[in-house]
């Protein structure tokens, strides 16, 4: 399940993944994130894992589609639990100049700030 929030021009756009990410999902995500693209260049933007489960397979073909536009992010911050330890460095790989750092759940705010911040 995926929830999208901070659309609007200025805000933070935060994607919360919750269970498994589906297909439709992220296409969802694709759609927001293309919106914001409009608002505004570069962009911030917040993800937040919870309970992952992992992705289907339809998803994983959509999350390929997705990664070009990616290049239009500035900073990320991952908020999420241990199991993701290190995601920050593997992202980086596939969209570099993009500066990404990696919160445990407990510092969603901390990770909020960090992404307000010029």
Do not use: C
């Not at 995926?2 to 269970?19: A, F, P, R, Y």
Request: proline residues 2%.
């Amino acid at each position: 399940m995926l929830e999208i929030n901070g659309e609007k021009q200025g805000e933070i756009l935060e994607v919360t993944t919750t269970g498994t990410a589906t297909q439709e999902d992220l296409k969802m995500f694709k759609e927001a994130l293309n919106e914001k693209k409009l608002q505004e260049e570069p962009i911030n933007i917040l993800f937040i894992f919870k309970n992952i489960n992992g992705n289907t397979t339809k998803a994983t073909v959509e999350a390929w589609k997705i990664v070009t536009k990616l290049k239009s992010i500035k900073k990320s911050a991952i908020v999420a639990d241990e199991s993701f330890i290190g995601l920050n460095e593997k992202v980086e790989k596939f969209i570099p100049g993009v500066e990404i750092n990696q919160y445990s759940l407990e510092e969603l705010e901390a990770a909020r700030k960090w992404l307000r911040e010029d």
